[in-house]
């Protein structure tokens, strides 16, 4: 399997992520912002002072289970590799590309974050799309492997107060090369609601490339938790109806769930009022 490019052996896309609401229907939101595409076996090491731009912290996608020492979940790829033997999956040598924000300047907050998953032989295993929420959730949707990088499952996830938990997802995530292109449709009651975007320009990391993307979106990360929350704000002060969160509890039947294997949620509020936020790429 071919190295990916560059001194650091990752990419960075510059990005448009654009929301476009039908059911009902709302102006297009769009963020411009940049990702990381990284091999979970050689995650970039930066010169130290460049390293405040950019981290791989286990904290931010390992969640610690029993047994793990506390305060410190396990590797990236060790937390994915238990997660899909859960579902009868072996990574075994197999290579995973992870497409992500790093953690820059002390925060990040990732709504979407995709793995591609190789066994040894480098044919396509599956696609991990990872939803995160802005009440501290986490969530994993894992979809069969597919030429084009389609796959559909049930919507079982909480992420925003403008949509209740039911709906079907549609994604296209297919693997990145010189553009990224990612899709996601959330279909309601057999129509369209909600369609998620990002597009991308692929650029080989480096120390010059990741200083251009920091200067062109500065602060990119705290930027994606303020225009999901500002987007939020504005669309319940237009009088999109709520829907309250649900218990943590609350998960549709296990025949359902089944159709479309997840995670469960990471740890999340107690109190159900939600916060106006936008939805993110996996709503």
């Not at 130290?48 to 793990?68: E, K, N, S, V």
């Not at 492997?145 to 996830?157: A, T």
């Not at 990119?220 to 929350?229: M, N």
């Not at 218990?247 to 296990?254: E, F, Y």
């Amino acid at each position: 399997m071919t190295a990916l490019p560059g001194p650091w052996g990752a990419v960075l896309y510059e990005t448009v992520t654009t929301h476009v609401r039908t059911a009902p229907r709302r102006p297009p939101f769009r963020h411009r912002g940049y990702l990381w595409l990284v091999d979970l076996d050689e995650l970039p090491v930066l010169p130290r002072p460049l390293r405040p731009l950019a981290r791989f912290l286990p904290r931010d996608h390992a969640l610690a289970a029993a047994g793990d020492p506390p305060d410190d979940p396990p590797t990236i790829r060790h937390d994915l590799e238990r997660y899909l033997l859960g579902h009868g999956i072996r990574l075994g040598r197999g290579r995973v590309l992870m497409l992500t924000q790093a953690r820059s300047l002390g925060h990040v907050f990732n709504p979407l974050t995709v793995y591609w998953c190789r066994d040894g032989e480098g044919r396509p295993l599956c696609t991990v799309a990872e939803v995160h929420n802005t009440y501290g959730g986490r969530h994993r949707y894992l979809l069969p492997p597919d030429p084009e990088g389609r796959g559909e499952c049930l919507k079982d996830f909480y992420v925003s107060p403008f949509f209740p938990v039911d709906g079907r997802y549609r994604m296209v995530l297919p693997e990145p090369g010189e553009r990224l292109r990612l899709t996601v449709h959330l279909e309601r009651r057999g129509e369209p609601a909600f369609t998620a975007t990002v597009r991308g320009t692929a650029r080989p990391a480096g120390p010059a490339a990741l200083l251009r993307a920091a200067l062109a979106h500065p602060f990119a990360t705290w930027a994606v938790s303020l225009h999901i929350r500002y987007r939020g704000i504005r669309l319940w002060l237009g009088g999109l109806p709520v829907h309250p969160r649900p218990a943590a509890a609350a998960t549709r039947p296990a025949a359902a769930a089944a159709t479309c294997p997840a995670s469960p949620a990471g740890p999340s509020r107690s109190d159900d009022r939600p916060v106006p936020t936008e939805e993110v790429p996996a709503p």
